[in-house]
């Protein structure tokens, strides 16, 4: 996964003389991936152009598709190219080959054009995108979106954006000036950008293929680019089945690892009886739950396997746990605080959740025994980096290597797009998870996830990506059976175990 920079660097390795090339190798790449799902067939296609290289793109796929044999092809012009670039020899070539380009300038005649059910490529603008500003071709572009959108549901149409869609910036997934093309499907060239994956992405990008990965020495050109600046990471649940943990066949409950977990004030001990449930299914040997409600009877009804304890014996249990969670349902009073800094003095693996990271913020700074993982969702992370959440949706990466650095943790700052950083500067992104998992619980789940894992040995990192992915692919395998709409955290359980068990739901 590249930024927009890295993939700048990468096109420059492949420009030859010309960019013409490679434009036609990009365009070929998307076409053919276009022609194998048969998306375009028997049916009306409309390419929207702008005027950079990604419209160039789109002059290639519609000559592509003119050379092919497909009749009802047509162009619309949004913007004019400008003079000199390679996307002037794409018009070229379209043109030679006998296609059709209507100017965009008269939009109730572009409006009338397009037939129900009809393709439209979105070509208009790729990782060129400034801002919107007032400019006649900015107003275009815009006017350009809004009307793709519109037709999109009035007529059923399929939406295919070349690179990115178009207005999304690729480098934060954020619609730039608030909106941009609504796509089915996005043909990404060479390789996901970031913007393909965080911020709103999901709202626009549909299902994304990187295309176009057959040039020589591709595999090493991207690893030098992403390191060339912030390594990102694109994980998938395979690429973290190796990492699960194993079980000894002659383990036993001590050595199958041992958490404790600390929260659960009065009002809000279900949140720890969440995390311990999760922490149970993840598979640690012994759970120990400490509730500073004192509501310990809530977790013998829910499930008798986790054991409680009492604040009076926090220091002794903390001595002997193999790692911590602490925060879910904490409160924020004078005891929960107290408790909050002698649990952080702990040497085991420690995962901070919710009231924890209000009162690891109220600390200022604080050096840790052990690499943390700090867990905050979007408010939590601006309450730590004293922003608000817009400016954290902007730029969850940033702010997620922010945290991690600040505090020498692991963030994971969860959202529809959670951001994995690690304390050296790396940055691990996931394309899991649903919209069903936007109820109350879920962050408690992922927390005693990743309290299980790091209690039985994984690496605090490892922990945390595995954890999201385990987190996610449950809610997915979930809302396969039931659907998003009524989703509540406990229903994730039997997935969990599956999951961490290697037993990956059929999709
Ligand atoms: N450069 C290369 O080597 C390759 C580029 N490719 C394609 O080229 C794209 C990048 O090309 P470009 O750098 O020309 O950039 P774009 O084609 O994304 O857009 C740049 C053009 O759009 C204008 N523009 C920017 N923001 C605007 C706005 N808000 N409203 C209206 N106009 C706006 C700019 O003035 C410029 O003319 C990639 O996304 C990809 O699709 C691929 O063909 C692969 C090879």
Request: proline residues 3%; glycine residues 12%.
């Amino acid at each position: 996964m590249l930024d927009c920079a890295q993939i700048r660097a990468v096109e420059n390795i492949y420009h030859t003389d010309s960019g013409y090339a490679l434009m036609q190798y990009a365009a070929d790449s998307i076409y053919q991936k276009i022609r194998e799902l048969r998306l375009a067939n028997d049916r009306q296609v409309v390419v929207f152009v702008g005027s950079g290289n990604n419209g160039g793109d789109g002059y290639e796929i519609a000559a592509a598709m003119l050379k092919d044999g497909f009749s009802d092809v047509s162009v619309i012009r949004v913007v004019p190219q400008k003079a000199g670039i390679d996307a002037v020899h794409a018009r070229d070539n379209y043109l030679g080959c006998g296609g059709h380009e209507t100017d965009f300038d008269n939009q109730e005649l572009v409006d009338g054009m397009i037939r129900d059910n009809a393709v439209i490529v979105d070509s208009m603008l790729g990782i060129g995108i400034t801002a919107v500003g007032s400019s006649q071709n900015s107003q275009k572009i815009s006017n350009a979106v809004r009307l793709i959108n519109r037709l999109k549901s009035e007529r059923k149409l399929l939406v295919l954006s070349v690179d990115i869609p178009s207005l999304l910036n690729a480098d934060n997934g954020m619609p730039v000036g608030g909106e941009a093309v609504k796509a089915d499907y996005t043909y990404t060239v060479f390789t996901f950008k970031t913007g393909t994956i965080t911020g709103r992405a999901r709202d626009f990008c549909g299902k994304v293929f990187a295309v176009g990965n057959t040039l020589p020495d591709f595999e090493s050109n991207i690893v030098a680019a992403r390191r060339s600046g912030t390594e990102k990471h694109l994980v998938a649940y395979d690429d973290i089945r190796p990492w699960l943990p194993l079980r000894s066949k002659c383990a036993h409950k001590g050595n199958s690892g041992r958490v404790l977990l600390v929260g659960g004030s009065s009002g809000m001990t279900g949140a720890l009886i969440l995390s311990s449930l999760a922490a149970l299914r993840t598979g640690a040997g012994l759970i120990t739950a400490l509730a500073l409600s004192g509501e310990h009877q809530a977790f013998n009804s829910v499930n008798p396997c986790i054991m409680t304890a009492g604040t009076d014996s926090l220091d002794e249990k903390i001595k002997t746990t193999g790692a911590l969670l602490v925060g879910p349902g904490m409160g924020r009073n004078q005891n929960a605080e107290n408790v909050f800094k002698k649990c952080i003095m702990s040497s085991s693996s420690m995962v901070i959740d919710a009231d924890g990271l209000y009162h690891l913020h109220n600390l200022g700074s604080c050096e840790f025994n052990t690499v943390p993982v700090l867990t905050p969702h979007v408010g939590e992370a601006a309450l730590l980096c004293d922003t608000d959440a817009s400016a954290i949706e902007s730029d969850s990466v940033g702010f997620a290597l922010m945290i991690a650095e600040k505090y020498k943790a692991v963030c994971v700052l969860k959202s529809a797009a959670t951001v994995i950083a690690s304390p050296d500067g790396k940055v691990y992104l996931t394309d899991t998870g649903c919209s069903g998992m936007a109820s109350g619980g879920m962050g408690d789940l992922l927390s005693g996830i990743i309290t299980s894992l790091l209690g039985q040995g994984l690496e605090p990192v490892i922990a945390a990506v595995a954890g999201v992915l385990i987190h996610g692919e449950a809610g997915r395998a979930e809302a396969q059976e039931g659907g998003n709409i009524g989703m509540c955290a406990t229903d994730l359980l039997p997935h969990i175990r599956l999951l961490v068990n290697g037993i990956a739901p059929k999709k």
